[in-house]
């Protein structure tokens, strides 16, 4: 394949056409935050974390491809800034109150604040009275931890192949729904695979009977499907 | 016998709205009653452009312009004017200015500054016949670029024109036709943008509505240059009226053979579907309109790959506005140069606007590029009605942003208009007076686009309610300082991150506004006054005890029975805690003895009052 000559913080490297910013940097061990991407599945655009300036303008680099001498700035005060504030206002959407998410320490989201540093949130809270639906027998969907990441939708419809979960509404009243808006327990498409629950950044979709701090995830496990389902 | 007089009436949304049904029955029925069928023809046509005044009709030939034209009024119409040839005085439309009644169309100086390209047969002839359109040289450009031009120089001559695109960023319209035209694909589709949602806008609605053949045959000429099968006109389902109507013209223009298999015997195939939206503001974004005509949820895609390599069903796509379409027909027939010679260097060409807000004319205009601000909407739009003060004008529609009076002699191109933070957009244009209050359009705006917003990225989706948390804030007096720079912060960081158009625009009204009323943003905050009492937390009525006769209208009328007093003893007092400032009182008070009071006085009495 044909390879493309780039400049990423200064640093000349060469990629392979058709790869994105996100994963060129990636392989050059150069950190960028994400969030509602994840290796397998594919890329959306939505949580704006993964943002770079590339020749002055703000782009999402796991969306966008590399192009022969493209300039790339992956860390500086201004990305630091636009990102930490895009942190606040989806921590400031929600009710994340992390003392008694059963996500506690393990939770993508609140990696990210202490990464990035987030010591307090400037813009006012939206405290939105959300729904929890524990109709399936085996996991929750809590609303009030969504960051509509649509990981789950992506998940069940590119790995799974069940297309139960889906995203209504738009603007602040947007939400994951499984099926067409009915109560996960009466989906009927849902495998009960869990693989939602195990990529679900937060502390939206988890297991039952699990107490503060204890869900422990591996959204990894799409990779690792990927990679046997491949050399099959 | 010949026919002598054709009498256009307006049926326009507007005018539809005002009965200008009734009127057409009524004065068809006169007409019949006096024998005069033969000899005068009634045609409905699309908008002619003076909303405010409708049911608006014009008499051919004599220009006659008659105005708020009533059922009543036929049977004086015909007989004096028809018969007698004594046009109606009374309902032509007056000359504000000269304050004397005009008769021709053409000294009108709403008309006689406009220059009309796009709306060129809009008012003149009726939209759902093809001949009168095949009479005003309709489809001619189509039989131009068919049989006379090759690909290349349908697209050559579009580019030379400098058309950019109407729908609000100005895009060069010949580049997009060319990167489709190159583009490879098994299909490639055509389609009309006709997505209109801004507030107060109704450019396309209303060339949809009164001359649906421009738009298909912009479409058709496109699809011959840039080797399309398919076209689709996307169209709000709010917009009846002209889907009846394209419906009626696309099947005409089929049966003449003007679209559909082989047009003019050419060999050349090609058909145009219509397509409803739902009403989503977000599906004006080209890569959302492609996903909703596709049947997917209305949000944008990822850009690159753009629509001309990848769009509608992953197939080489050419989006224009319904005003860009509008534009092609004329440049296909007068070519590049005459297009140039109208408008501005950079900007060629007319635009079409839906002027509205605090003016006295309201309505459709079109205006050659270049024009002032000042001159639309003094000249043309004959300034602000009852001798309140100019504000603002707000272009571009949520969108876009407040431009303040000492800009008004900025010419109207789109650099211009993005210099001072606003947009040219798709051509809405909302005239505010001083009675409006700046944070309160801001924040009526942005109430728009985070309803509007689709919910795909953080910034939008959840930015836009903050802005919005942090502007009622101010306007219920509870703001402080530091919001002026959190909003400013907020914006910035939204404009910068958002995934699509939406996001990167919506906050523009508040940028706008906080750059150029400051001021009144201030004054909320610091001493709780909204200076043109629209802000009900910061106003209260109070009534005047020296000018209150003690009628009593106000009590009567208050629906919340906060005005106690008794007849004849003046005065009555209005219930500071009760009040919940309709401004009923105020309307109703035969004496003006209602006051509203707003700022220091108003906190003051407030805080007095609940001693």
Redesign the interface.
């Known amino acids: 394949m044909k390879e493309i000559l780039i400049r990423i913080d200064g640093k000349e490297v060469s990629a392979p056409a058709g790869s994105t910013i996100l994963e060129v940097a990636k392989q050059q061990g150069i950190p960028i935050p994400t969030l509602c991407h994840l290796d397998g599945l594919s890329?959306?655009?939505?949580?704006?974390m993964c943002?770079v300036d590339v020749g002055g303008k703000?782009v999402t680099s796991c969306?966008t491809?590399i192009a022969e001498g493209m300039e790339v700035i992956t860390n500086s005060d201004r990305l630091a800034?636009?990102r930490r504030?895009?942190l606040e206002?989806?921590f400031?959407?929600r009710n994340h109150v992390c003392s008694m998410c059963v996500s506690n320490n393990h939770c993508e989201l609140q990696d990210l604040a202490c990464d990035l540093g987030m010591q307090h949130v400037?813009?006012?809270y939206?405290y939105p009275r959300l729904s929890l639906d524990a109709s399936h027998p085996k996991f929750i969907i809590d609303q009030n931890r969504c960051?509509?990441c649509g990981r789950c939708v992506r998940v069940c419809a590119e790995v799974e192949g069940a297309h139960v979960w889906g995203?209504a509404?738009?603007?602040?009243?947007?939400r994951v729904i499984t099926e067409l808006g009915i109560d996960w327990g009466d989906a009927e498409m849902c495998t009960d695979c869990g693989k939602c629950v195990q990529v679900c950044p937060t502390g939206a979709i988890v297991e039952k009977g699990k107490a503060a701090a204890e869900m422990e995830k591996h959204p990894e496990l799409v990779t690792t499907l990927k990679e046997r389902r491949e050399n099959d | 016998m010949t026919r002598r007089l054709d009498v256009l009436v307006c049926s326009g949304a507007a005018c539809v709205s005002s009965h200008s049904a009734a009127v057409r029955d009524a004065l068809s029925r006169e007409i019949d009653e006096n024998g005069l069928s033969n000899e005068i023809r009634i045609v409905e046509t699309g908008c002619m452009g003076p909303c405010e005044l409708g049911p608006v009709m014009l008499v051919y030939p004599d220009g006659a312009f008659y105005i708020h034209v009533k059922p009543e009024d036929a049977a004086e119409i015909v007989q004096e004017h028809f018969l007698k040839g004594r046009p109606v005085k009374r309902l032509l439309w007056e000359d504000p200015e000269a304050r004397r009644i005009v008769e021709g169309k053409k000294q009108i100086p709403f008309f006689a500054k406009q220059v009309k390209v796009v709306l060129r047969n809009c008012g003149r002839i009726d939209p759902e016949n093809i001949e009168e359109y095949i009479a005003a040289d309709g489809y001619e450009a189509l039989g131009k670029a068919l049989t006379q031009m090759a690909r290349n120089e349908v697209i050559q001559v579009i580019t030379d024109s400098g058309l950019r695109g109407r729908g609000g960023a100005g895009f060069p319209t010949g580049k997009k036709w060319q990167f489709v035209a190159s583009a490879t694909g098994e299909t490639k589709y055509v389609v009309c943008n006709g997505d209109e949602g801004d507030p107060g806008a109704f450019m396309d609605r209303s060339l949809l509505e009164g001359d649906p053949h421009t738009v298909i045959e912009g479409m058709t000429i496109a699809a011959y240059a840039v080797g399309a099968s398919r076209g689709y006109i996307y169209i709000r389902a709010e917009y009846p009226l002209a889907i009846k109507r394209l419906q009626i013209a696309l099947g005409q223009a089929r049966k003449m053979g003007l679209l559909g298999e082989n047009i003019l015997e050419t060999g050349f195939s090609f058909d145009i579907e219509v397509r409803m939206g739902a009403g989503a503001f977000v599906c004006g974004e080209e890569t959302a309109l492609i996903a909703s005509i596709e049947g997917e949820r209305g949000i944008a895609r990822v850009r690159p790959p753009y629509p001309a390599v990848r769009g509608l069903f992953g197939m080489p796509t050419l989006i224009n506005n319904v005003e860009t379409w509008g534009n092609i027909r004329h440049i296909v027939l007068n070519g590049a140069d005459w297009f140039r010679s109208i408008g501005t260097e950079r900007s060629p060409g007319t635009k079409v606007f839906a002027l509205s807000g605090k003016v006295k004319n309201t309505g459709l205009v079109e205006i050659p590029m270049g024009m002032t601000l000042r001159e639309l909407i003094f000249d043309i739009g004959g300034g602000i009605p009852n001798g309140k003060k100019f504000k603002a004008v707000q272009t571009g529609g949520p969108s876009g942003g407040c431009i303040p009076e000492k800009y008004l002699d900025t010419p109207i191109d789109y650099e211009s208009l993005k210099e001072l933070g606003a947009i040219m957009g798709s051509g809405g244009m909302i005239v505010m007076d001083e009675d409006n209050c700046m944070v309160n359009i801001a924040k009526f705006f942005l109430e728009f686009t985070s309803d509007e917003s689709c919910g795909q990225c953080v910034p939008c989706r959840t930015g836009l309610p903050r802005m919005l948390d942090i502007l009622k804030r101010i306007t219920s007096g509870n703001g402080t300082m530091d919001d002026l720079d959190l909003l400013q912060h907020l914006g910035e960081m939204i404009i910068e991150t958002s995934f699509c158009g939406l996001g990167k625009t919506a906050p523009n009204p508040v940028l706008s506004t906080l750059k150029y009323f400051e001021d009144e943003y201030r004054e909320h905050i610091e001493e709780k006054k909204c200076r043109a009492k629209v802000c009900t937390d910061l106003i209260a009525y109070r009534i005047d005890e020296d000018a209150c006769r003690a009628c009593g209208i106000c009590a009567v009328n208050c629906p919340v029975g906060a005005i106690t007093g008794e007849l004849g003893k003046p005065p009555y007092i209005i219930d500071e805690e009760a009040c919940i400032r309709c401004g009923t009182c105020l309307e109703v008070c035969p004496f003006g003895a209602v006051h509203v009071l707003s700022g220091e006085l108003c906190n003051q009495d407030k805080r007095e009052g609940s001693k």
């Open positions: 890329d959306i655009g939505a949580c704006r943002i703000i969306t491809k800034e636009l504030l895009n206002l989806i400031a959407e400037e813009v006012p939206a960051i509509l995203i509404g738009r603007g602040s009243e947007a």
